[in-house]
């Protein structure tokens, strides 16, 4: 049931068990735990490291060539022109991202910041793949970005930015894939059913990881640089090595099922049904 993997890098972070960790773990039922013989005392250190995350959120100070705002400079958007499949992309970072999938009739996608706020959200299009940034507004405000997908539209998204707080609810779309690529303090993510095997990467550090899954589908979970603690389906892990792997019965017959990488730090991992 467990079997040894060979020690990662160590230039990998890898974080332990933090102080309100449950003593006692509990693996889960009809799981299959696979992680090293070792636990480096690296692990202790990157714990800290991620719980103490600062995320650098970048904006840019001017509007790039092409590209086309939306009413007041404050909301952009596109049409969906027949697509049934669509990348976005979130290239800079903000304080706090929202981002949902709901019907938008014709509209592809529509990105907004609030009155008075940091930025400026400027978006670009490149066949079905679109690009979101932010440029600096010259107001006080807080640095916030709402991004909304049109749920009839399957979707690849990728995150590059930092946040404080990531907040992506995608339950009522349809996603291929998900890249988590700046790092957050706290990430919410909603899965809606799968459709094939869709993957979800993380890979900066993040300090709290909720991912919800819809449905009943067998969820495998990568752990690539350790982890304080991991909760599936309510079943805790604490002091989680880099290397480890969670994987449900069935999962590697399942034709729906969703592929968790961890690939970075993270001090708490929770999946649970929603």
């Known amino acids: 049931m467990v079997q040894p993997d060979p020690p990662p890098s160590t230039e990998s972070d890898a974080p332990s068990a933090s102080e309100n960790s449950p003593s006692q773990p509990v693996e889960p039922a009809g799981l ?3 992680r090293p013989a070792w636990i480096a005392a690296a692990v202790v ?3 800290a490291l991620v719980a103490a995350l600062t995320v650098f959120v970048a904006t840019r100070g001017s509007e790039p060539d092409g590209a086309v705002a939306g009413d007041a400079d404050r909301v952009v958007s596109g049409p969906v022109g027949g697509r049934e499949q669509a990348t976005f992309v979130l290239l800079d970072g903000a304080s706090s991202v929202t981002l949902r999938a709901e019907p938008l009739d014709d509209v592809l996608y529509r990105a907004s910041t609030p009155d008075g706020g940091a930025e400026l959200p400027v978006a670009s299009q490149d066949g079905d793949e679109v690009r979101v940034e932010l440029v600096d507004s010259g107001e006080p405000g807080s640095s916030a970005l709402a991004v909304v997908l049109n749920s009839d539209v399957q ?17 009522e779309g ?47 979970v990568h752990i690539g640089a350790g982890a304080g603690a991991v909760t599936i389906d ?19 017959a399942a034709a729906d099922r969703v592929d968790i990488d961890a690939a970075a730090g993270v001090s708490a991992l929770v999946v649970e049904r929603s």
């Not at 979707?155 to 339950?171: M, S, V």
């Not at 909603?190 to 589908?217: C, F, H, I, K, N």
């Open 174 to 220: 349809s996603v291929g894939s998900v890249e988590l690529a700046g790092g957050a303090s706290r990430i919410e993510l909603t899965l809606p059913p799968p459709q094939g095997t869709t993957t979800v990467r993380m890979s900066e550090g993040a300090g709290d990881w909720y991912v919800y899954q819809v449905g009943d589908a067998p969820v495998q």
């Open 32 to 34: 299959r735990l696979h």
């Open 155 to 171: 979707w690849q998204i990728r995150i590059l930015g930092g946040a404080t707080e990531q907040i992506i609810d995608l339950g």
């Open 234 to 252: 309510g079943a805790v892990e604490s002091g989680v090595a880099g290397g480890t792997v969670f994987t449900p019965d069935g999962w590697e």
């Open 45 to 47: 250190v990157a714990v």
